[in-house]
């Protein structure tokens, strides 16, 4: 049955202002896009970036980059997808791919068939994040991400000191699990110790606590050699850069997920950014300092075709890479939901997990 007229969105019109529901036009899908009725999200750091900051927005606008659910409608020019297929994937391209209302209408590409036996909540953590993770390898960090992966493929670096920095930050687990794919041996990132076993499970060889006054010292004496790349999952000014600085020198890499926080939000204050990691602290010379934007992953013709509709789903259903712990978010309302998560991202409750929460009512 084809969608109504409208539906509900949730939006934001302006920094620490409430979010709203608001009616917007159901769009009925042309030639290679699809309708879905979106059963679930999963909240972001962007998320609250843009209700609390500002960032990138022009009030009202609809939240959300990350959706799973169930195909209604399809364009005429289709050809893999059909009504009913269960679905998930990263959109984002204008307001009516926007994650967090009841129907998305968007290309075909940007959306993959759920695995059997995979859960649609579970799914939901996976697109916006491992979509981050090859882009910045192949585009921020020149990595080759070859597909299919030929029997027995070993990079030729695969013993180079890697360092993810936020390692039980989603992005952080889908980087270590990826690299680990690809055959990269010397993996090493910080997360607080009860992450640990996990990220090992990941692919970590070298875990360190990021609070340590000395994980500056522990990761230049453990990794073995000279640290060519890193990827900043956090990209907090104090937390982490300054650190990385640290441990970076001439020929090295670092790929930072934008933006940059330099200062976080208080009940008084408003958060601060910069979309300029080079800037934010001083790197040794010789540094190539990289600030990852995911939204023009599909400059990469390939990834463009196959990314979503083809290989996020083969390696989740391979077991390659798993999805992210979820936390429910629970509501009696939509937005009553989406308050609650971006509640919980204030107060910085979640930890190695995502929050995942209804749109629409089965």
Known sequence: M???????????????????????????????????????????????????????????????????????????????????????????????????????????????LIPKRMAAEAVVTVPNNLVCVCHTLTHDLHLLFPWPLPENYVPEEFEVPILIWGGSSSVGQYALQVLKYLGYKNLITTASPKHHQMLKDYGARITV????????????????GKVKYAIDCIASREGSLEPISKILEAGSIVAVSLPVIIRDATDTVLPEYSMEPDKAVKWADGVEVVGTRTHFYLENKFFEEHLQAEIIPLLLASGDVVPNRQRIVNGETLLERAENALDLLRRKVPSGERLVWRVAEP
């Open 2 to 112: 084809s969608p109504s007229k409208t539906h509900k969105a949730v939006a934001t019109f302006g920094p620490r202002k409430p979010l709203q529901l608001i009616d917007v036009p159901t769009v009925k899908p042309p030639g290679k896009e699809v309708c879905i009725k979106v059963a679930w999200t999963a909240s972001t750091p962007l998320d609250l970036h843009q209700a609390d900051g500002g960032l990138l927005v022009n009030p009202p606008q609809v939240l959300g980059d990350g959706a799973s659910g169930i195909v209604v409608e399809v364009g005429d020019a289709v050809e893999r997808l059909k009504v009913g297929d269960e679905v998930f994937g990263f959109t984002w391209r204008s307001q009516q791919d926007k994650a967090h209302q009841e129907y998305i209408t968007a290309p075909e590409n940007l959306f993959g």
């Open 209 to 224: 606590d990021y609070n340590s006054v000395d994980v500056v010292d522990q990761i230049l004496k453990l990794a073995g």
